[in-house]
Nanobody, 131 residues
Framework: VQLQASGGGLVQPGGSLRLSCAASGRTPSTYAMGWFRQAPGREREFVAAINWSGSLTYYANYARGRFIISVDNAKNTVYLQMNNLEPEDTAVYYC?????????????????????????WGQGTQVTVSS
């Protein structure tokens, strides 16, 4: 499966962007899809993830309430809607696939958030938030 990320660009603070990640080929229904980002001089960090089935989502604290991850199985595409963007959101954004699903254990959501848990990566798309 190849992943193709798109939708990045230059946006003013407070603006919005929607990133897309198109998967060519069939992604196993047990997989989860994630978005990560990496700013210059910083480690790659988790943004959000969703089960390929769309059953569960999980967000990094800074993304919760501003970003929305979704999946369109018919189009084999995962989206990341980013609202109220801040200059600190400037980074290269990557989509990736993991064989580990997001699960709920009693009342706790367990989600793969470490880049090493993801085995298939798309190329990055640059997001720049600046006035």
């Amino acid at each position: 499966v190849q992943l193709q990320a798109s939708g990045g660009g230059l946006v003013q603070p407070g603006g919005s962007l929607r990133l897309s990640c198109a998967a060519s080929g069939r992604t196993p229904s047990t997989y989860a899809m994630g978005w990560f980002r990496q700013a210059p001089g910083r480690e790659r960090e988790f943004v959000a993830a969703i089960n390929w089935s769309g059953s569960l989502t999980y967000y990094a604290n800074y993304a919760r309430g501003r970003f929305i991850i979704s999946v369109d199985n018919a189009k084999n595409t995962v989206y990341l809607q980013m609202n109220n963007l801040e200059p600190e959101d400037t980074a290269v954004y990557y989509c990736a696939a993991t064989p580990y699903s997001i699960v709920v254990v009693t009342t706790t959501i367990i989600c793969p958030t470490d880049p090493y848990e993801y085995d298939n990566w798309g190329q990055g798309t640059q997001v720049t938030v600046s006035s």
